[in-house]
């Protein structure tokens, strides 16, 4: 989960293109990268307002809800300030477009022999529950109406219960990624379980399916689907690997890659997304081939494959690069083929993607959760990739943002290097995506990837060990996050105690 194309630069504007600095980057990085795109996110610079609040308008926030009419609004302005009263004349807060409000009491007022109307409002935000006042005009009936018109078919009424199931209870889970090569070495395996037992660490996130498509124990979905099979898989017997992880207490979550697969590419040539000059399948600048997100067949093989890990006992069903590949904002498209028969946005397409996976999982009595970019929270489009926050976050169990510090540009909230800030970076990035989880009625709970190796490539880096570790963990704590994954491609880390 490391960047090789071009890092966000998430309140800058600098364009750092990383394709010359993967030649600085030390062979454990080059093991997993993944894209990060560059976004200008002007619409980020909002105002910020001190806000004063007095000992009786602190009481009132405590009544508000006795009083609230059960109207949700959505802010339809990029930003929207509020006031402190109907005259609008002293400004409290800052709204962003898509916010999600409620409506607890109307005026009207004439301004200039002009007739206004006014609201009082109430919404949470930063963990706080605010109101304020603002005009009528500045709200929309539904989330979609504040979307593009062409992702008019996303899904914001569905609302899924929350899953606990009584065979498979949830886990305040604190997580480190395994990969393939890790799993089939039994030396690294048993210092991994030895982590677990002396530290906090009560997960193992298991690749199942990697990014080249490789599966690490043998199935019957490659059979069915007619992918190619590998002929030494690094997990021998899946039945004593699961009852290790179960004599040990650990939490077992099934690592799907979803959509970059060129092993299924390999059987499936006309799935493969491809240049529309050239007809040659596109690649990032790792040249790992993607297959299209709107592939059916591909939905169905990658669900078998997730229904199989779960009958063999893992607890949860991870989806990583659960997206479109990166194509510089959108940009490209029209020099893409997604094979896109069903003329469907490509944000429509993902929540399609997970709530067929939540629905065919449920009966498993297995969790879903999907990776996401960490900045996914903080922009209020999909970033050209398919994830919008959230058309993603009611339609799974878990959401993982995945927050490396390394990945933000230099002046990102106000950051000079955010790589050298992991708190102060952790804390200003989840914060977004707490907000936005308060715009849907049953958000998934937030987990987020955050870093444990070292960013060599990053200008003003710093080494990232238990110290810079912890930061994160306390970030994420101070906001009320207690669950969390840590992201190794070597599978080193460096924690201690419990």
Do not use: C
């Not at 297959?291 to 949860?316: C, P």
């Amino acid at each position: 989960m490391v960047s090789d194309e071009i890092k966000v630069d998430v309140l800058s504007l600098n364009k750092v293109n990383t394709d010359t600095e993967l030649k600085k980057k030390d062979s454990i990085i080059k093991e997993d990268k993944k894209e990060i795109e560059l976004k200008n996110i002007t619409e980020q610079k909002i105002p910020e307002i001190k806000e004063e609040v007095s000992v009786n308008e602190q009481k009132e926030e405590k009544n508000i809800e006795k009083n609230a009419v059960n109207n949700s609004k959505y802010i339809k302005n990029q930003t929207l300030f509020v006031y402190r009263d109907e005259m609008q004349k002293e400004k409290t807060d800052t709204l962003r477009k898509g916010t999600r409000v409620d409506i607890i009491d109307e005026k009207e007022i004439t301004v200039n022999d002009k007739k206004k109307s006014l609201l009082k409002i109430q919404y949470k935000k930063d963990l706080k529950n605010k109101s304020g006042w603002i005009s009528k005009v500045d709200l929309a009936n539904s989330l979609n109406e504040v979307l593009p018109k062409e992702w008019k078919n996303l899904d914001f009424t569905s609302n899924y219960p929350t899953n606990n199931f009584s065979n498979n209870p949830r886990v305040d889970v604190k997580g480190v990624y395994l990969n393939i090569y890790t799993i089939g070495s039994s030396k690294k395996m048993e210092r991994l379980i030895n982590l677990a037992n002396t530290t906090e660490i009560n997960a193992f996130v298991i690749d199942v399916k990697d990014d080249n498509g490789v599966l690490s124990f043998e199935m019957e979905a490659p059979k069915k689907f007619g992918i190619p099979v590998s002929k030494n898989y690094p997990i021998k017997n899946i039945e004593e690997f699961m009852k290790k992880m179960k004599e040990n207490n650990i939490y077992t979550i099934a690592r799907i890659v979803s959509f970059k697969d060129p092993t299924y590419a390999k059987a499936n040539p006309d799935k493969v997304i491809i240049s529309r000059d050239t007809g040659k399948p596109y690649t990032n600048s790792d040249g790992i081939i993607w297959v299209s997100a709107h592939d059916r067949n591909l939905w169905d093989y990658n669900l078998s494959v997730a229904e199989e890990a779960a009958k063999a006992g893992f607890n949860e069903i991870q989806f990583d690069y659960v997206r479109f590949p990166a194509s510089n904002g959108g940009k490209l498209d029209a020099k893409l083929n997604y094979r896109n028969t069903k003329n469907e946005s490509k944000p429509e397409t993902i929540q399609k993607y997970l709530k067929y996976a939540k629905e065919r999982l449920n009966v498993l009595g297995v969790y879903t959760s999907a990776d996401v970019y960490g900045q996914v929270g903080t922009f209020s489009d999909d970033m050209g990739l398919g994830q919008h926050w959230e058309a993603v976050t009611q339609v799974v169990d878990y959401i993982s943002p995945m927050m490396y510090p390394s990945h933000y540009g230099n002046g990102a909230y106000g950051i000079a290097v955010p790589d050298a800030q992991p708190y102060k970076t952790i804390y200003h990035s989840l914060k977004d995506s707490i907000n936005r989880n308060e715009n849907v009625n049953s958000p998934a709970v937030i987990r987020p990837w955050i870093q444990a190796f070292t960013a060599k490539w990053v200008k003003g880096y710093i080494p990232y060990n238990e110290k810079e570790i912890r930061e994160q963990i306390k970030a994420m704590n101070d906001l009320g996050v207690t669950e969390y994954l840590l992201w190794s491609p070597s599978n080193n880390y460096k924690i201690t105690g419990k």
